[in-house]
């Protein structure tokens, strides 16, 4: 994931989140297309209820989705610029020898949203 901050500069905007609007993009590989697709993702807060189609809860809320055959070019472009991050579900993705320290630099960029 990757998202606007204030500190964001309009280069790394463009290169980042790019042509499609909003101001946040999510992206997963191929691999992972099929199992976004079809599971059954529980919010967290009661009372529990499905959150339902994953694609349709991006559009409602004007976050891209990017599909991506190999997740580490993004994540390098990500990491070197000043937009906000996370990679907590990196490990998951088809990345050889993930590194703890390869998914953050700066701790406070990485806020949860």
Same mark, same amino acid.
């Given at each position: 994931?990757?998202?606007?901050?204030?500190?964001?500069?309009?280069?790394?905007?463009?290169?980042?989140?790019?042509?499609?609007?909003?101001?946040?993009?999510? @992206?997963?590989? &191929?691999?992972?297309?099929?199992?976004?697709?079809?599971?059954?993702? &529980?919010? &967290?807060?009661?009372?529990?209820?499905?959150?339902?189609?994953?694609? @349709?809860?991006?559009? @409602?809320?004007?976050?891209?989705?990017?599909?991506?055959?190999?997740?580490?070019? %993004?994540?390098?472009?990500?990491?070197?610029?000043?937009?906000? %991050?996370?990679?907590? /579900?990196?490990?998951? @993705?088809?990345?050889?020898?993930?590194?703890?320290?390869?998914?953050?630099?700066?701790?406070? /960029?990485?806020?949860?949203?």
């Amino acid at each position: 994931m990757a998202w606007v901050t204030p500190s964001t500069v309009d280069i790394d905007r463009d290169r980042i989140i790019g042509a499609g609007g909003g101001e946040r993009v999510h @992206a997963i590989e &191929y691999g992972w297309l099929d199992a976004m697709r079809t599971v059954r993702l &529980y919010a &967290y807060r009661l009372p529990a209820e499905p959150v339902g189609d994953l694609f @349709a809860v991006h559009e @409602a809320a004007s976050i891209q989705l990017r599909v991506l055959a190999h997740l580490r070019p %993004f994540w390098q472009e990500v990491i070197a610029r000043t937009v906000g %991050f996370s990679g907590i /579900r990196l490990p998951s @993705a088809a990345l050889p020898s993930v590194k703890r320290s390869d998914l953050s630099l700066d701790p406070s /960029r990485m806020t949860h949203h």
